[in-house]
T-cell receptor, first 113, second 114 residues
Framework: DQQVKQNSPSLSVQEGRISILNCDYTNSMFDYFLWYKKYPAEGPTFLISISSIKDKNEDGRFTVFLNKSAKHLSLHIVPSQPGDSAVYFC????????????FGTGTLLAVQP | KAGVTQTPRYLIKTRGQQVTLSCSPISGHRSVSWYQQTPGQGLQFLFEYFSETQRNKGNFPGRFSGRQFSNSRSEMNVSTLELGDSALYLCASIPGTGGSGEQFFGPGTRLTVL
């Protein structure tokens, strides 16, 4: 039962353009969402997060949008840079007394120079 | 501030053996979570510790166990290794107790079971 889904296994974008990575979830108890970036053989690196009480959070080139009614979130990277090429995971947490994260399957982003 | 340390970084074992992996969280962080990453299943939650107590456990067999020490360092153990246990094992260091904070991951331990 995949509670967090990233339906696009890969995405290719030109340098300088916008990258949009999507994530859908099924569990309405999730109240906190995070995006991580991962290179092979390394641990995930935190990018940005959003609480369920918000619909947008911005940090530099990264913006996360949350649509609770659609159970959908997206990560926008503007402008995209070749160094952004990595696997991006969205993750969700029910909050409360647990730190358990449910991860999506990841999207491989390739930013072409 | 030092990051999350995981040892060893690489490990090769044979079926039936057991293995112990170690994680030292960021100083001051009291919560540690463990995840398994495989190509087929992605990143899956193993267990979570706070103040030496297991607070949550993922859907893994009893061969997978862990513990946390008073200095917040954590170990996980896998007994009777199977080929399918080959994976990258990641430890996350968490500053708070609730589920609404950033989690800082270590570089992982790459376990290969032959």
């Amino acid at each position: 039962d995949q509670q967090v889904k990233q339906n696009s296994p890969s995405l290719s974008v030109q340098e300088g353009r916008i990258s949009i990575l999507n994530c859908d979830y099924t569990n309405s108890m999730f109240d906190y969402f995070l995006w991580y970036k991962k290179y092979p053989a390394e641990g995930p690196t935190f990018l940005i997060s959003i609480s369920s009480i918000k619909d947008k959070n911005e940090d530099g080139r990264f913006t996360v949008f949350l649509n609770k009614s659609a159970k959908h979130l997206s990560l926008h990277i503007v402008p995209s840079q070749p160094g952004d090429s990595a696997v991006y995971f969205c993750a969700a947490s029910e909050g409360g007394a647990t730190n358990k994260l449910i991860f999506g399957t990841g999207t491989l982003l390739a930013v072409q120079p | 501030k030092a990051g999350v340390t995981q040892t060893p970084r690489y490990l090769i074992k044979t079926r039936g053996q057991q293995v112990t992996l170690s994680c030292s969280p960021i100083s001051g962080h009291r919560s540690v979570s463990w995840y398994q990453q495989t190509p087929g299943q992605g990143l899956q939650f193993l267990f979570e510790y706070f103040s030496e107590t297991q607070r949550n456990k993922g859907n893994f067999p009893g061969r997978f166990s862990g513990r946390q020490f008073s200095n917040s360092r954590s170990e996980m153990n896998v007994s009777t290794l199977e080929l399918g246990d080959s994976a990258l094992y990641l430890c996350a260091s968490i500053p708070g107790t609730g589920g609404s904070g950033e989690q800082f991951f270590g570089p992982g331990t790459r376990l290969t079971v032959l």
